[in-house]
Nanobody, 120 residues
Framework: QVQLMESGGGLVQAGDSLRLSCVASGSILSIDDMTWSRQAPGKLRDVVAS???????DYGDSVKGRFTISRDNAKNTVYLQMNSLKPEDTAVYYC??????????????WGQGTQVTVAS
């Protein structure tokens, strides 16, 4: 059994910063790509940022230069540092990860999401 647990969401003012964390736990052999996505009310879920096991990153156009994704492989944790937040960043933020488990199975696991609300 593998679980992903996000934390760090909340209500902030425009221009503020937040740091989201997502910890994977369970019978984990290895973790490949880790991704943050978000879904605003009435909209489709969009990928915000991703990072592979080697540390290479990719970002959605709307967050480039403001958000930074990082990971701590020893802690099975991925972070999303969000700076200069805007009201349009308001959404539920989800992490997912491609995880190889014991016994050997590889699939994508999702967290339950954490709400980020940016007031203008």
């Amino acid at each position: 059994q593998v679980q992903l647990m996000e934390s760090g969401g909340g209500l902030v003012q425009a221009g503020d910063s937040l740091r989201l964390s997502c910890v994977a736990s369970g019978s984990i052999l290895s973790i490949d790509d880790m991704t943050w996505s978000r879904q605003a009310p009435g909209k489709l879920r969009d990928v915000v940022a991703s990072i592979n096991s080697g540390g290479s990153t990719d970002y959605g156009d709307s967050v480039k230069g403001r958000f930074t994704i990082s990971r701590d492989n020893a802690k099975n944790t991925v972070y999303l540092q969000m700076n200069s937040l805007k009201p349009e960043d308001t959404a539920v933020y989800y992490c997912n990860a491609l995880i190889k488990t014991i016994p050997t199975t590889t699939r994508v696991y999702w967290g339950q999401g954490t709400q980020v609300t940016v007031a203008s």
